[in-house]
């Protein structure tokens, strides 16, 4: 279980903003929705534990993540929380299957091959595994990248406007793929987006005035 409590950030000198209290129950999926400056990032980025908010309590499975060293902190996150950017930010020197054994390393986790593959085929991006970023369509890249947030079973899935950039075929099968990818590691889903396309595919959102 997630829970943000009464949590509030202000920018250098900038006004504070004030997220409501949110707790999120394990496996749900809920929609993050809000225009354009409302706050999104921000709060995926406290909720990940990349930006300590000025005030405020963030609890992830009981651990108060913001009260962990940040060597410990960015451990708790390899571990726990996956990741899916707009852009996938993939290592363009390694292959497919190196990127992914980097994401278990970051999280100090033996290299699992088995779990690769078993990723990749689940994303239908078995074959590509020994190939180069450039050598993938963007469609591809973005599964790679739902293939690395889920290498380590997280019990968080986050994602950051997955689908602004795409057209309505490949947004909708990307958000189905999260989906599914959320159901078969028992991973909770958060889906930041201004993109109203995706509304209708969530019960549970969380708005951001
Ligand atoms: N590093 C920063 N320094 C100062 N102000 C910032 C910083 N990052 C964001 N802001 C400001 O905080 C507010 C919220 O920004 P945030 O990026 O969280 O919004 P968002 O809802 O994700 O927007 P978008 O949908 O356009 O990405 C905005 O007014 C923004 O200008």
């Known amino acids: 279980m997630i829970s943000i409590q009464s949590v509030a950030h202000r920018y250098n000198g900038s006004p504070l903003i004030s ?3 949110w707790q999120i129950n394990d496996g749900e999926q809920w929609l993050l929705l809000g225009d354009s400056g409302s706050g999104k990032t921000t709060l995926l980025h406290i909720l ?4 300590k908010p000025e005030q405020g309590e963030i609890t992830l499975n009981g651990t108060a993540i913001y009260n962990l060293s940040s060597k410990k902190l960015d451990q708790f996150r390899g571990r ?16 497919i299957s190196e990127n992914l054994t980097l994401a ?19 994303l239908g991006i078995a074959d ?3 190939s180069y970023p450039n050598e993938l369509s963007q469609g591809q890249l973005q599964r790679v990248s739902i293939a690395r947030a889920v290498i380590n079973k ?3 899935l986050i994602a950051d406007e997955p689908t602004s950039s795409l057209d309505d075929k490949n947004a909708a099968a990307v958000l189905s793929l999260l989906m599914q990818q959320s159901d078969i590691n028992r991973a ?6 201004h993109d109203k396309r995706v509304k209708d595919a969530f019960t549970n959102t969380y708005n951001l005035a």
């Open 19 to 21: 997220f409501k209290d």
């Open 48 to 51: 990940t534990g990349i930006l």
């Open 80 to 95: 726990n929380i996956g990741i899916i950017f707009q852009k996938p930010h993939l290592i363009k020197s390694l292959t």
């Open 104 to 122: 278990q390393s970051f999280a100090n986790l033996p290299q699992n091959q088995g779990r690769i593959d078993e990723v990749l085929t689940s």
């Open 128 to 130: 590509k595994k020994k």
């Open 154 to 156: 997280p019990t968080l």
């Open 188 to 193: 909770t889903l958060v889906v930041a987006t």
